[in-house]
C-alpha cells in the first residue's frame, strides 16, 4: 500500500524567504506526481503535474521536482508572499486509479 | 466551464438518515472519483468511476455507494449515516488526454451527523 508523508506539517517563515515542501513515497512505481494547494474551507486547486519520466516541472515561482528511484518530490516557492499561506498536498498516482494523499503541510507568510 | 460543481455546500444529518451528495462536471472527464478528507489524516478515496456505468471501490468504500449513469454526474449515496461520516467531501474528475490524468477537484461539501 502506497504511504504518502509530508513533513513538517507546519511550517511559519517571513515574507521573501524561499519555501521548501518535501513529500516522500514508500512505493516508487508512480505514473504521476501532482502538487495541490488548499486554502481554508475551501476545495484543492492544482499547482504542479510531474510525470514518472519527468525530473521537474515549473510554473513562475514554483517548481516542483521528482526522484522516483528515492521516493521524493520537493516543492519550492521562491520568494514567499502572504499569499502564499495555505496547505500544500501532494499526491501520488499509481498505475491503477487510486491517488494517494499526503495529510499536508500548511503554510504562513508572515509580512 | 464551470469544471466541477458539488451540492450542497453543507449538511447537517441525524444519525440513521440516508441522503445524496451531488457532482456535476461539464469538461467530458471520463474519469470521477469521491474523497473524505478528515483532519490529519489527507484524503481517501471513496470510490471512483472510469466511465459511464463502470464504478469500483476505492479505500474507505463502506457506509457509500455510486452509480455513473452519464459523464456529467456521479453521485454518492449515504445510506444510513453514522456520526464517524463526518467530514468534508470532495468530488474530482480527470482526463486520459495527453496522458497526464491532472485532477480537477470541486468545492466540497461539508456533512456533520450528529
Known amino acids: 500500500k502506497q504511504e504518502v508523508t509530508q513533513i513538517p506539517a507546519a511550517l511559519s517563515v517571513p515574507e521573501g524567504e524561499n519555501l521548501v515542501l518535501n513529500c516522500s513515497f514508500t512505493?516508487?512505481?508512480?505514473?504521476?506526481l501532482q502538487w495541490f494547494r488548499q486554502d481554508p474551507g475551501k476545495g484543492l486547486t492544482s499547482l504542479l503535474l510531474?510525470?514518472?519520466?519527468?525530473r521537474e516541472q515549473t510554473s513562475g515561482r514554483l517548481n516542483a521536482s521528482l526522484d522516483k528511484s528515492s521516493g521524493r518530490s520537493t516543492l519550492y516557492i521562491a520568494a514567499s508572499q502572504p499569499g502564499d499561506s495555505a496547505t500544500y498536498l501532494c499526491a501520488v498516482r499509481p498505475n491503477d486509479y487510486k491517488l494517494s494523499f499526503g495529510a499536508g503541510t500548511t503554510v504562513t507568510v508572515r509580512a | 466551464n464551470a469544471g466541477v460543481t458539488q451540492t450542497p455546500k453543507f449538511q447537517v444529518l441525524k444519525t440513521g438518515q440516508s441522503m445524496t451528495l451531488q457532482c456535476a462536471q461539464d469538461?467530458?472527464?471520463?474519469?470521477m472519483s469521491w474523497y473524505r478528507q478528515d483532519p490529519g489524516m489527507g484524503l481517501r478515496l471513496i470510490h471512483y468511476?472510469?466511465?459511464?456505468?463502470?464504478?469500483d471501490q476505492g479505500e474507505v468504500p463502506n457506509g457509500y455507494n455510486v452509480s455513473r449513469s452519464t459523464t456529467e454526474d456521479f453521485p454518492l449515496r449515504l445510506l444510513s449515516a453514522a456520526p464517524s461520516q463526518t467530514s468534508v467531501y470532495f468530488c474530482?474528475?480527470?482526463?486520459?488526454?495527453?496522458?497526464?490524468?491532472?485532477?480537477?477537484f470541486g468545492p466540497g461539501t461539508r456533512l456533520t451527523v450528529t
Open positions: 512505493d516508487s512505481a508512480i505514473y504521476n
Open positions: 469538461m467530458n472527464h471520463e474519469y
Open positions: 474530482a474528475s480527470s482526463y486520459s488526454g495527453q496522458g497526464t490524468y491532472e485532477q480537477y
Open positions: 468511476s472510469v466511465g459511464a456505468g463502470i464504478t
Open positions: 510531474i510525470q514518472s519520466s519527468q
